[in-house]
């Protein structure tokens, strides 16, 4: 059983930024794929970014390509967030397959519980 721990989350201006964070309680993440996925307010939750285990491939969701990156350090997923806008706001979740890449939501074997991010002036 892997649990995990999103911190990170908070409230922010637009064009502010932020850093998520993804741990696993007692254990690394080191190989496992890991896919940051969001949830807005009366919206389907969506995949905005995965980082896979093998060779540290990422991508990206198009809405937030060149604004978000994904990287690992020390057994954990950081998400960097820079240059937020209002329609980021939501709750973001990070997720865990254990595979080599990443696959869809579906795919994904553990999820953590969350944590919000609001975008507001």
């Known amino acids: 059983q892997l649990q995990l721990v999103e911190s990170g989350g908070g409230l922010v201006q637009p064009g502010g930024s932020l850093r998520l964070s993804c741990a696993a309680s007692?254990?690394?993440?080191?190989?496992?794929?890991i896919g940051w996925f969001r949830q807005a307010p009366g919206k389907d939750r969506e995949r905005v970014s995965c980082?896979?285990?093998?060779?540290?491939r990422t991508n990206y969701a198009d809405s937030v390509k060149g604004r978000f990156t994904i990287s690992r350090d020390n057994g954990k997923v950081y998400l960097q967030m820079t240059s937020l806008k209002p329609e980021d706001t939501a709750v973001y979740y990070c997720?865990?397959?254990?595979?080599?890449?990443?696959?869809?939501?579906?795919?994904?074997?553990?999820w953590g519980k969350g944590t919000l991010v609001t975008v507001s002036s």
């Open positions: 980082i896979d285990s093998s060779e540290g």
């Open positions: 997720a865990a397959e254990y595979s080599y890449y990443c696959s869809g939501e579906a795919g994904m074997d553990y």
């Open positions: 007692g254990s690394t993440l080191d190989y496992w794929a």
